[in-house]
């Protein structure tokens, strides 16, 4: 049975209760509209820990679009269904007055990690993101909370958030979880056309294709090209970056000679499709 608390005060509640009854805690961060994605992270969580919070906040301060954020599907009746089927024990989903009574003037800015990629083109975002895990983490206080491998640039600078400001708690990994055609799970997907989900799969073929390239020993400019013939099929793809990184700093590199991040962000009309692949060097 999950319970569905709306008030930090609730959640500080629960977790002190299940403190004393000496349960450990894990903590699963969501903006909700929950898919198999999530559902390895509470399967996790719920082998991992006595007491599992799942938390569904649509956090306002990581949008840099308007329209993004009032688009972003929120189901929360269903949401809390999945939860119940998942064995979570809380559903803390608090409202934006809750988690933000005042206007925010504190942040966390996690330098570098957060400044490419992703956030060249989303100004904002993991401030955002950093913002709101350290609220949750400060809130909930888990032993261990649990983030998706696709978002590796989200896991990175969150990882070094924890590393950095000696939060009491580990960041668990926890790899993306496909469609059977190998579109990775998002929220997002369910935004797309019949048209577009048919096309959607040519995002993982073509990080797989560089990902061969690499193995095969090519070049970075050489196993990119791979990429583009892949998703040039397809003029409805506008490719907002495909790059090869180093999968710890985040770094573009020139050649695979420790692993990497095949890492990108498609856009299919309004949809924006992000994806990565880990390649290690022989
Ligand atoms: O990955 C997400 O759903 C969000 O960025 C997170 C981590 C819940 C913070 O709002």
Redesign the pocket.
Known sequence: MTTLVETIAGVRQAVARARQRGLTIGLV???GALHEGHGALLRQARDENGLVVA?L?V?PI?FNRSDDFEKYPRTLQTDLEYCQRLHADVLFAPSAGEMYPAQQLSFVEVAELGEGLCGASRPGHFRG?AT??AKLLNIVQPDRAY??EK?AQ?LAV?TRMVADLNFACTVVRVATVREADGLAMSSRNVRLTAKERQMAPAVYEALLATAAELRAGRDVESAKRAAGLVLEKFPEFRVEYLEVVDAETLRPVERMDRPVLVITAVWLESVRLIDNLRCDPR
């Open positions: 961060p969501t903006m938390s906040f956090n990581q993101v709101v895990v983030f998706g978002d989200q969150l």
